[in-house]
C-alpha cells in the first residue's frame, strides 16, 4: 500500500514536471494496478466517484438517487443550525445554510468553490445518511436545449423517471419581467409532488418553517440561454476570475449567462428554482450547481498545473476594485462541514474532494 501511493506521488511528480523534462509521452507501468485517474490525483482518491449527465443514467440509477433524495427531504431529521428555526429535514440544512449565505456566496470570487463544496456534501449526505451509492448527477441543459423546444419533454423533467415537470399556469406578480413565464403553480406530478415533497423554508430569506408545494414556471426564452456558445464563452478566458466573472455575469434579464439560464428557466418568476434564496427548495438545484462545477473543472483541466492554484475575483459581491479571494480565504457551511480553505477545494480528486466528471 504505502509503496503504491510512493509510486503514485512519483508519477504525479514525473508529470508535473513533464513539461520541463518532457519525459512522459509513453505510458507509465502501473504493475497490476489501475492507473490513477489523472497525474495529480491524491493517493487518497484512489477511487473518484464519477458523476454523470442525468440523460447518461439508467432508470435504476435514477430511481436511486431520487429515493435518497426524498430520503433526506422526508426522513432524516436536520441537525439544528443556530439561527435557522425552520429546519426539519436533512435536506433543509442544505437549503438553510444556502439561504443564509447567500448574500456571501453570490458574484464573488468564491461563488464557484463554495457550490462545489456545498454540492460535494450534500452528495456525501446522501451517501452517508441514505445510503446513496452512487455520485451526484449533472444536467446538460446545452444537450435538451438542441433536442427539444418542448421543456416538458426532457429527460430532467419526466414524470416517472424525473423530477416532474412545470406547475399550472398562475397569475402572480413579476418583478423582473421573467419572459413568457408560463407556469407558476404547484408541480403535479412525479416524485416531487406535495405532498411527497415538502419546501420548508422560504419564500426568500425566510428561515421560518412554511411548508408548501414545490412551485416551477418554466421560462423557454431564459432556458435558451444555456447553449453551447455561452458555455464555451465562459470558458475563454485566461483567469479564474474572468471565469468566474463570465460565467455569473451581469445580474440583468438582458444580459445571458448560464448560472441564470437554470435558475430562472425553470423557476421564472413563482418557482422555487428562481427564488435566489431558497432555490436549493428545488431538488434540480443540485443538478444545474453540477453542471457549472463540471464547467469549473474543464477549465482548470485546460492548465492543471496551474489551474489547481489560482483563484481571483472580489470577496464582497460585484466589489470588481476590491480585495480578492487567494487560496487561503475559507469558506464554510455551518454544521453540515468544516470550515476550509479554497485551496483544499481546486482539485476534484485531492485530499478533501474526490470525484470526477464523464
Ligand atoms: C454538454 O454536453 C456537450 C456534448 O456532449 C459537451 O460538449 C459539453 O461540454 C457539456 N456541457 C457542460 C457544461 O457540461
Ligand atoms: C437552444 O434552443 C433554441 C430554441 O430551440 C435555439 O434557438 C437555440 O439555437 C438552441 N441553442 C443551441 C445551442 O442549440
Ligand atoms: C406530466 O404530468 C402532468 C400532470 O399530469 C401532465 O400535464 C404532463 O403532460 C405530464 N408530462 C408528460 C411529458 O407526459
Ligand atoms: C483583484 O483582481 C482584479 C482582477 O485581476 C484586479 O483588477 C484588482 O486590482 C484586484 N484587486 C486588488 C485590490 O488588488
Ligand atoms: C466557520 O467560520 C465562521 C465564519 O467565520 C465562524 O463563525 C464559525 O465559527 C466557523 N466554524 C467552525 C466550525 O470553525
Known amino acids: ?81 443556530s439561527g435557522i428555526p425552520g429546519l426539519q429535514t436533512r435536506y433543509d440544512d442544505f437549503q438553510g445554510i444556502h439561504s443564509v449565505q447567500t448574500p456571501d456566496i453570490h458574484w464573488v470570487g468564491h461563488f464557484m468553490l463554495w457550490h462545489r463544496y456545498y454540492i460535494a456534501t450534500y452528495e456525501k449526505t ?13 444536467w446538460n441543459w446545452t444537450i435538451d436545449n438542441k433536442s427539444n423546444k418542448d421543456m416538458s419533454l426532457w429527460p430532467i423533467f419526466n414524470n416517472h423517471t424525473g ?22 403553480g404547484c408541480v403535479p406530478r412525479g416524485p416531487f409532488a406535495w405532498p411527497k415533497w415538502s419546501v420548508n423554508l422560504g419564500p426568500g430569506a425566510s428561515l421560518e418553517y412554511n411548508p408548501r408545494c414545490l412551485t416551477r414556471d418554466f421560462s423557454r426564452p431564459m ?14 478566458v485566461n483567469t479564474y476570475a474572468d471565469f468566474a466573472y463570465r460565467l455569473e455575469n451581469v445580474p440583468v434579464f438582458t444580459i445571458p449567462n448560464v448560472h441564470g439560464a437554470g435558475h430562472f428557466g425553470v423557476g421564472g418568476a413563482l418557482g422555487a428554482l428562481g427564488d435566489v434564496y431558497a432555490s436549493p427548495g428545488d431538488p434540480i438545484f443540485y443538478l444545474h450547481h453540477a453542471t457549472m462545477d463540471r464547467m469549473l473543472w474543464i477549465w482548470q483541466k485546460k492548465n492543471l498545473p496551474a489551474r489547481l492554484y489560482e483563484v481571483g475575483g472580489p470577496i464582497a459581491p460585484f466589489d ?16 453540515l462541514a468544516p470550515n476550509i480553505t479554497l485551496a483544499k477545494l481546486m482539485n476534484l480528486q485531492g485530499d478533501t474532494l474526490c470525484y470526477d466528471y464523464e
Open 1 to 81: 500500500m504505502a509503496s503504491m501511493s510512493r509510486l503514485i506521488r512519483f508519477v504525479a511528480l514525473l508529470v508535473v514536471l513533464g513539461p520541463l523534462v518532457s519525459v512522459i509521452s509513453a505510458s507509465p507501468t502501473y504493475g497490476n494496478s489501475p492507473p490513477p485517474k489523472y497525474p495529480y490525483a491524491s493517493p487518497k482518491c484512489r477511487r473518484p466517484l464519477i458523476r454523470k449527465d442525468w440523460r447518461a443514467l439508467s432508470n435504476g440509477e435514477k430511481k436511486a438517487y431520487i429515493a435518497a433524495v426524498q430520503c433526506i427531504g422526508n426522513k432524516k431529521k436536520a441537525k439544528s443550525i
Open 223 to 236: 432556458m435558451k440561454w444555456a447553449t453551447q456558445d455561452l458555455v464555451d464563452w465562459v470558458l475563454d
Open 163 to 184: 423530477f416532474g415537470g412545470n406547475g399550472p399556469y398562475v397569475d402572480g406578480e413579476n418583478p423582473f419581467a421573467v419572459p413568457e413565464r408560463s407556469g407558476g
Open 126 to 138: 446522501l451517501r452517508d445518511v441514505c445510503g446513496y451509492r452512487g455520485a451526484q448527477p449533472y
Open 320 to 335: 470588481y476594485s476590491g480585495p480578492n479571494i487567494t487560496l487561503s480565504f475559507k469558506v464554510g457551511l455551518g454544521k
